[in-house]
């Protein structure tokens, strides 16, 4: 009898730091997100939530509020092995759940993955109608001012 296995999405804790740097990593190391160091990580874990699956950490995704009722929602990465198993999806809900019982009205994406957002409905707008505060990270990144992912919005979640 095969056994199901036990996934839960919560809350970063201090242990899982460097299992969700490797995984953000090795997206960032293909040019598909921005690298993360484990004192970025750790300065701000409270905006992490983590997918676990057996107790061992194999997703994560992070919140972070940049402005007046506006969130973003970055470095959401799974680990290659649980890919397409809805573990990505699992992490949105949680982090859009968490956007809502702080207030935020809006939140929105820098991403490669349109077909995957536009599952919960955040639609493509132009990067300039973001607020300047959002560029803060593209300056570290070698795509910078040429940048290549779109951004998408959820207005009203």
């Known amino acids: 009898m095969e056994t199901k296995a036990l996934r839960v999405i919560r809350?970063?804790?201090?242990?899982?730091?460097p299992r969700m740097a490797q995984i953000i990593n090795g997206y960032a190391k293909d040019g598909l997100m921005l690298p993360r160091s484990l004192s970025r990580i750790y300065e701000q874990?409270?905006?992490y939530a983590v997918a676990e699956v057996d107790?061992?950490?194999v997703g994560c995704g992070a919140l972070q509020v940049t402005w007046e009722e506006l969130g973003e929602i970055r470095s959401l990465a799974i680990a290659e092995e649980h890919k397409r198993?809805?573990?990505g999806s699992e992490i949105v809900s949680y982090l859009l759940k968490e956007a809502r019982k702080i207030g935020l009205t809006r939140v929105f994406v820098?991403?490669?993955r349109m077909d995957f957002f536009?599952?919960?409905?955040?639609?493509?707008?132009?990067?300039?109608?973001?607020p300047h505060k959002v560029w803060r990270d593209c300056f570290d990144c070698i795509k910078f001012p040429e940048c290549d992912e779109h951004a998408m919005i959820l207005e009203k979640i």
């Open 11 to 17: 809350g970063a804790k201090i242990k899982d730091v």
């Open 45 to 47: 874990l409270r905006d």
């Open 55 to 57: 107790g061992q950490v």
């Open 85 to 87: 198993q809805g573990i």
């Open 110 to 112: 820098l991403t490669y």
């Open 118 to 130: 536009g599952r919960f409905e955040f639609q493509e707008i132009p990067k300039e109608r973001l």
